[in-house]
C-alpha cells in the first residue's frame, strides 16, 4: 500500500489549497482516511476524518474552514482548507486503515504567510 499526497504550498493568509492524496496498492477497501499535521515542536494532530460511510470530524481548530472528503472508487481522501492561517502552517500526512493497520503518505508543506 502506498500514498501519495499533493496540493502543498505556500499561500497567504485567508487563501485556499486543496490538499489530495492518493493509496494504491491490493486495496479492497479502507476504512477511515485522514488528514493529519505536525507543525515544527509540536507533535502530529489529526486534523479532519472520514469514515467509510462518510462521517466526518475535524478539529476544532478547523471547522468550519476545511472539509474533508473522499472517493472510494479513485481511492483518494481530499482536504479543502478555506480561510487559511498563519498557524495551520505545517507539515500535512494522510493516513488510511486498511484491515485495521495504518498507512502513512509522506508529508506535504503547507506554508501560510504574507
Known amino acids: 500500500v502506498q500514498l501519495q499526497a499533493s496540493g502543498g504550498g505556500l499561500v497567504q493568509p485567508g487563501g485556499s489549497l486543496r490538499l489530495s492524496c492518493a493509496a494504491s496498492?491490493?486495496?479492497?477497501?479502507?476504512?477511515?482516511m485522514g488528514w493529519y499535521r505536525q507543525a515544527p515542536g509540536k507533535q502530529r494532530e489529526l486534523v479532519a476524518g472520514?469514515?467509510?460511510?462518510?462521517?466526518?470530524n475535524y478539529a476544532d481548530s478547523v471547522k468550519g474552514r476545511f472539509t474533508i472528503s473522499r472517493d472510494n472508487t479513485k481511492k483518494t481522501v481530499d482536504l479543502q482548507m478555506n480561510s487559511l492561517k498563519p498557524e495551520d502552517t505545517a507539515v500535512y500526512y494522510c493516513?488510511?486503515?486498511?484491515?485495521?493497520?495504518?498507512?502513512w503518505g509522506k508529508g506535504t508543506q503547507v506554508t501560510v504567510s504574507s
Open positions: 496498492g491490493r486495496i479492497f477497501s479502507i476504512n477511515a
Open positions: 472520514i469514515t467509510s460511510g462518510g462521517s466526518t
Open positions: 493516513k488510511i486503515i486498511v484491515y485495521g493497520m495504518d498507512y
